[in-house]
């Protein structure tokens, strides 16, 4: 998983040049140890995924601020526990139109890698209970609704001939409340119903 | 064979109540470096067969021990660890219940686990131990959240 250590720079120092250093932890273990790539940086974040890639872990983290011969006391954060915390992206999906249904295909996102060539680790693996929710919006009557559903594949039934729909998805996982990240909204138009348009003529 | 005795039971709302407590609680655990509920060593070991008795023995160890031996002086906090503790009472009947119907049976590694998890406990001043307790408790919620859904084999 992703994981970011974020920071705002002390107060009243716009003037003066300062870095920074951090820390990490990990509950249960001896010692504090440093990730050298954030020692005496300027940014104001470090990112500590692979510090923290067993998720089933718990960490703290802590950064110092070095300004001229002055140096600040830590700042510590509070327990991290990925597995809990961790803010589950979107899935991947796609859209087949029919002419009185959608057909919906989700991926689930996956695990973030340490290295690109590492095999991928999809998150329902992780998560045995991941879930989607599934909004769709008909453009023409303004009707909104949204929809739970565990497998990958959900086909929208009675819909309108000929009428935009647009549709995004959250992942969520049953437990303590998450920020959801819904997916892009993605519009498409059911197909015309031919068989009225012969009537018509 | 018999059927998987399960906890069905909204966790959500247990889980709100201990993400009101969390920070608080946790903040006043200084002990950073030991652990109740490790977790390699314990509770991500164990076996679908061992979770009823693991779930049972942990809901005593909360109830009987961390709920007893913990002071709260901060009202909001005790009004949400009673209401933790209420729902582990009803928790301890439905499991009760399967114990009766012998679908919680304890083997020997369910009960190495909870003895471990004892021993953490006695090796920290009790205090200490109760309050490091309750700050693990999201450890235990996740763990039943995972081994007590119809599709966790």
């Given amino acids: 998983m992703k994981n970011v250590l974020q920071w705002n720079p002390p107060e009243g120092l716009q003037e003066a040049e300062v870095t920074y250093t951090v820390q990490y932890f990990i509950y249960g273990q001896k010692k504090w140890l440093n990730k050298s790539e954030c020692r005496n940086i300027k940014r104001t974040y470090c990112d500590l995924s692979a510090e923290t890639s067993d998720y089933e872990h718990q960490y703290y983290a802590k950064v110092k601020a070095v300004w001229g011969t002055n140096c600040s006391k830590w700042a510590e954060t509070g327990r991290f526990y990925p597995f809990l915390e961790t803010r589950i992206g979107p899935p991947e999906v796609v859209l087949t139109t029919d002419v009185k ?4 295909v989700l991926t689930a996102p996956e695990k973030w890698r340490r290295n690109p060539e590492d095999s991928p680790v999809f998150i329902q693996q992780i998560y045995s209970n991941l879930k989607y ?3 769709v919006y008909n453009t023409k009557s303004n009707r909104t609704w949204s929809q739970c559903v565990t497998n990958h594949t ?4 009675w819909l309108e001939p000929n009428t935009l729909y647009c549709v995004h998805v959250e992942s969520f996982v049953p437990g303590p409340s998450r920020r959801a990240q819904p997916s892009e909204k993605q519009c498409v138009r059911t197909l015309k119903d031919q068989a009225s348009e012969f009537k018509v003529k | 064979g018999l059927r ?3 906890i069905s039971m909204d966790m959500h709302h247990i889980e709100q109540s201990f993400q009101g407590i969390k920070r608080a609680v946790q903040a006043k655990d200084t002990f950073q470096n030991v652990t109740i509920l490790s977790k390699s060593e314990t509770l991500q070991s164990i076996k679908p067969l061992d979770v009823c008795c693991v779930t049972k023995n942990l809901l005593t160890f909360y109830m009987d021990r961390v709920f007893k031996d913990h002071q709260e002086p901060n009202p909001q906090i ?3 660890i009673s209401s933790i503790a209420n729902s ?3 928790m301890q009947k439905t499991l009760q219940q399967c114990q009766e119907q012998r679908r919680c049976h304890c083997r020997q590694e369910a ?3 909870t ?3 004892h021993d953490n406990y006695d090796q920290l001043e009790v205090r200490s131990a109760a309050v490091k307790s309750l700050g693990e408790l999201d450890v235990f919620l996740a763990w039943i959240d995972k081994n007590h859904q119809e599709t966790s084999a």
């Fill in chain 2, 88 to 90: 582990f009472l009803y």
């Fill in chain 1, 154 to 157: 959900l086909v929208l039934t």
């Fill in chain 2, 115 to 117: 003895t471990v998890i």
């Fill in chain 2, 4 to 6: 998987r005795c399960l």
């Fill in chain 1, 133 to 135: 929710n599934v909004t």
């Fill in chain 1, 101 to 104: 249904s959608i057909s919906i």
């Fill in chain 2, 111 to 113: 009960i190495n686990v």
């Fill in chain 2, 78 to 80: 005790l009004r949400k």
